[in-house]
């Protein structure tokens, strides 16, 4: 094999294993495309208008702010997504077809947290690109315990607590929650 083939092969190779990593454990300053999170940095380029090129974080609220098209909401949608709303915004008055890509330059991480009976309690970090849900999140934390009540399960969030029978869910009778960044999962310990 001639050298420069090596160096395909190994430059290849490199870029099939990096697509696979986690966001956060891949280089610094790469950029990435899928779902867009609450407090991600963001870079919004139009093509042919510099001016509009807006770089930042999301608010708290999964908003940014654009010049001429004011507060744009992009937590929880593609970048795909996100690039065709403003592409609608900024041809809503102001362009021509405008050409508009966005990219995630830095991903803030998102976590969950699972407390009480369950195998493994702890922090779980909620994936980029898959909403996870109560039954997820338990199973992560290796299912509840013997002595576990799966009947009040308590999900905390936004400063509210809601009890969840675990049971109902898992026999079909109830619907999953989907989590959100800061949840807090507990699976008391039941009476015996």
Do not use: Y
Request: with cysteine; net charge positive.
């Amino acid at each position: 094999m001639n050298l420069h083939r090596i160096f395909t092969l190994v430059s290849i190779a490199t870029a099939v294993l990096c697509a696979g990593l986690p966001p956060a454990l891949r280089a610094e300053g790469e950029r990435s495309s899928g779902v867009i999170g609450h407090m991600d940095h963001v870079e919004i380029r139009v093509f042919r208008e510099d001016d509009l090129t807006t770089r930042g974080q999301l608010s708290a609220d999964g908003t940014i702010t654009m010049p001429h098209i004011g507060s744009v909401r992009l937590a929880g949608l593609t970048t795909d997504q996100a690039a065709a709303l403003i592409t609608k915004k900024l041809a809503d008055g102001w362009l021509v077809k405008p050409e508009v890509s966005v990219s995630i330059e830095a991903r803030i991480r998102r976590t969950v947290t699972v407390l009480g009976q369950t195998q493994r309690p702890g922090v779980f970090e909620l994936p980029a690109n898959h909403r996870l849900t109560l039954v997820e999140a338990i199973g992560m934390a290796g299912g509840v315990t013997r002595i576990g009540n799966a009947k009040k399960v308590t999900l905390k969030r936004d400063g509210g607590v809601t009890t969840i029978n675990l049971n109902e869910i898992l026999s079909g009778r109830g619907t999953d929650i989907p989590l959100r960044d800061g949840d807090v999962v507990t699976v008391p310990e039941g009476l015996f």
